[in-house]
């Protein structure tokens, strides 16, 4: 007998409310890196993704499925089993003659615990402290949303203390700056690659403020033992600079609101949160409540 699908997240829930909201751009890609820094799933990337020579679009191919395993509603187990099975033939040898594979219980709740940091990160530094009470109730959610994807979850915390025990050994033992890693923020340091079709003229003299932009966003959002492994300089000037913006982000949340929707959620979660004010007009599909968006924050 199959094992019925576990219930998805809905507008009720804080993941919801913040994990397709675009303030999250602004901590730029902290969680890809830091997935790309576990050994097993930097060389997965390494020996079977085209992450080296389209890494964009292989960023923005990955975030959508992720997002609809989020705001899917009743096709979110659905989604999040595709998500897994992209992943049954990425394995192979690692560099000491050890395998490794994808679907490994401890490597793909990895890449999952990167993205619910990216998130809780996201809301604290960039709209508003989170209460330990809301940090263990967006920690609860996650599991539900991790069990989506049909993969064990064995190596999952049982509750927020003991992720936060998780995740502090990750980043002192487990990570490492693996050569994926290194590659992912070269343009820190190199400069953003030309886009096809810019001719080279105009791209150098739009280059280096862009170029700046990216370095802020993406060292700024790294923890410091992060930095510290893929050796990206970072100043104490810069951190002081980093935490003004993020305060001047947080000073206009309270205009948040008034903008359009458009502006404020990325589309995975405009469409769910349509189809949820669809559900609580008409009972007959289902009576959804409120989507938790529409309050302030």
């Given at each position: 007998m199959t094992d019925p699908a576990p219930s998805p997240l809905g507008p009720g829930s804080l993941t919801w409310r913040y994990f397709g909201d675009t303030r999250m751009l602004?901590?730029?890609?902290?969680?890809?890196?830091?997935?790309?820094?576990?050994?097993?799933?930097?060389?997965?990337?390494?020996?079977?993704?085209?992450?080296?020579?389209?890494?964009?679009?292989?960023?923005?191919r990955s975030a959508g499925p992720i997002l609809d395993t989020v705001y899917g509603g009743e096709r979110?187990?659905?989604?999040?089993?595709t998500v897994r099975d992209y992943h049954r033939d990425i394995k192979g040898t690692m560099p000491d003659g050890s395998r490794y594979h994808a679907l490994d219980p401890e490597t793909y709740y990895w890449a999952h615990a990167t993205f619910l940091d990216n998130m809780i990160y996201g809301i604290e530094t960039f709209v508003r402290p989170l209460s330990e009470a809301e940090k263990r109730r967006i920690y609860e959610e996650s599991k539900v949303w991790f069990r989506m994807y049909g993969v064990s979850d064995r190596a999952m915390p049982d509750d927020w203390d003991g992720f936060r025990r998780y995740w502090r050994r990750m980043l002192d033992e487990e990570i490492v700056a693996h050569k994926t890693a290194r590659y992912g923020v070269g343009y820190v340091t190199k400069g953003l690659p030309?886009?096809?079709?810019?001719?080279?003229?105009?791209?150098?003299?739009?280059?280096?403020?862009?170029?700046?932009?990216?370095?802020?966003?993406?060292v700024g959002g790294?923890?410091?033992?992060?930095?510290?492994?893929?050796?990206?300089?970072?100043?104490?000037?810069?951190?002081r600079r980093h935490r003004r913006f993020a305060a001047l982000v947080r000073k206009g949340?309270?205009?948040?609101?008034?903008?359009?929707?458009?502006?404020r959620y990325l589309p995975q979660a405009r469409r769910a949160f349509r189809e949820a004010?669809?559900?609580?007009?008409?009972?007959?599909?289902?009576?959804?409540?409120?989507?938790?968006?529409?309050?302030?924050s």
């Open positions: 602004l901590v730029g890609p902290r969680a890809a890196v830091l997935q790309n820094m576990l050994p097993a799933l930097g060389q997965g990337v390494l020996d079977h993704s085209v992450f080296f020579a389209e890494t964009f679009a292989r960023l923005k979110a187990a659905a989604t999040g089993r030309a886009p096809p079709r810019v001719p080279a003229p105009l791209w150098r003299a739009v280059s280096p403020p862009l170029d700046a932009v990216a370095r802020f966003i993406t790294m923890p410091p033992r992060m930095r510290e492994l893929l050796d990206l300089p970072w100043s104490a000037a810069d951190e949340n309270a205009l948040w609101p008034l903008l359009p929707e458009s502006v004010r669809k559900a609580r007009r008409d009972p007959r599909r289902g009576g959804a409540q409120e989507p938790a968006r529409m309050r302030a």
